[in-house]
C-alpha cells in the first residue's frame, strides 16, 4: 500500500514538474525594457520600451515606433489598452513618464519631485526630457526605430512632443494631438517647424477654447491637418481611453501614414 502510495505521488511531481516546464518555456509575444534615463539636471526620466518578439530568423528586424507622452496630472500607464493593441499590430511603443509623473518622480539624490509644485521654467525642460529618453533608447536597443516613428499625445505631452519633434531628424510620420493649445504651462508652439508630417487633432466639441485652438494652429500645419472631435465631456489622453471611435480613429490614422511591418 505505502509502495503504490509512494509510486502515484511521483507520479503526481513529475506531472505537475512537467507542466511547470512548459509553462516556464512559453515565451511572451513581446518584449519590455524599462528604461532610465537621467537628465543634464540630475532628474532621472523613466519609460518603457515594449516591442514584438523578433523571430530567430528576422534578427535585424526592427519596428516603427509610437511615443506616447501622456497629460498633465497623469502617467504613462493610464493609456488603457491602445499600446498594447499597436505592438499587436507590429509596432514599438515607448511609454513616457513626464518629469514630476508617475515613475520620473525623482531626481538621482531620490528626493521626489511632484509636477504639482513646478513652475513654468521647469515646464520648459520637458522637451528636452523627451529627447533624453529617446536618445537613451537610440543608443541602447536596435528594436525600435526612429527613421519610422509617430507620437500620440495629450495636452501638455502634445505641445512637449510637438517641440521635442522639431530637434529629430527625421520629423514624425504622424503625429496624434490631444487637446494642444499654442500655449500650455510656457510651452509656446506658435511656429511650430515639422515640415508636412500629417496631424489629427482631437479635442471635445463642448470644450469652445481648444475647438479655437485647433483652427489657429491649423494655420501653421503644412501638411495633412485632420479634426476629430468628440462628443464627450472630456480631453487629453482620457479622449482615447474613453471614445472607442476616436481611439480607432487614432488607429486607422497612423495605420495610413506609418504602416507596421509583417
Known amino acids: 500500500m505505502i509502495k503504490k502510495t509512494l509510486i502515484v505521488l511521483l ?7 512537467g507542466v511547470f516546464a512548459a509553462t516556464a518555456k512559453k515565451k511572451k509575444p513581446y518584449i519590455t525594457k524599462l528604461i532610465e534615463a537621467p537628465t543634464k539636471d540630475v532628474h532621472i526620466m523613466k519609460a518603457k520600451l515594449i516591442y514584438p518578439r523578433t523571430p530567430s530568423t528576422e534578427k535585424n528586424k526592427t519596428y516603427p515606433t509610437i511615443i506616447f507622452v501622456h497629460s498633465l496630472g497623469y502617467s504613462s ?30 531626481d538621482t539624490k531620490l528626493r521626489i519631485k511632484s509636477w504639482t509644485y513646478f513652475n513654468n521654467k521647469t515646464y520648459k525642460k520637458y522637451p528636452s526630457d523627451v529627447l533624453t529618453v529617446i536618445n537613451k533608447v537610440k543608443h541602447t536597443n536596435k528594436k525600435a526605430s526612429f527613421n519610422e516613428y509617430a ?8 505641445n512637449t512632443s510637438i517641440l ?3 530637434f529629430i531628424y527625421p520629423h514624425p510620420k504622424a503625429m496624434v494631438l490631444l487637446t494642444p493649445s499654442r500655449e500650455i504651462k510656457g510651452l509656446n508652439i506658435f511656429d511650430y517647424k515639422l515640415g508636412t508630417t500629417p496631424m489629427l487633432v482631437m479635442c471635445s466639441k463642448q470644450d469652445k477654447i481648444s475647438i479655437c485652438e485647433e483652427v489657429m494652429l491649423k494655420t501653421f500645419a503644412k501638411g495633412k491637418y485632420v479634426i476629430n472631435n468628440t ?11 474613453q471614445d472607442a471611435q476616436c481611439r480607432q480613429k487614432a488607429i486607422q490614422f497612423i495605420n495610413q501614414n506609418m504602416p507596421a511591418k509583417k
Open 164 to 166: 521635442a519633434a522639431q
Open 11 to 17: 507520479l503526481m511531481f513529475f506531472t505537475v514538474s
Open 231 to 241: 462628443d464627450l465631456n472630456t480631453n487629453g489622453m482620457m479622449i482615447l481611453r
Open 77 to 106: 500607464s493610464q493609456w488603457g489598452d491602445l499600446p498594447q493593441l499597436f505592438v499587436k499590430q507590429g509596432y514599438a511603443v515607448l511609454l513616457i513618464d513626464l518629469r514630476g509623473h508617475g515613475l520620473s518622480n525623482k
Open 151 to 158: 507620437f500620440i499625445a495629450g495636452d501638455i505631452g502634445a
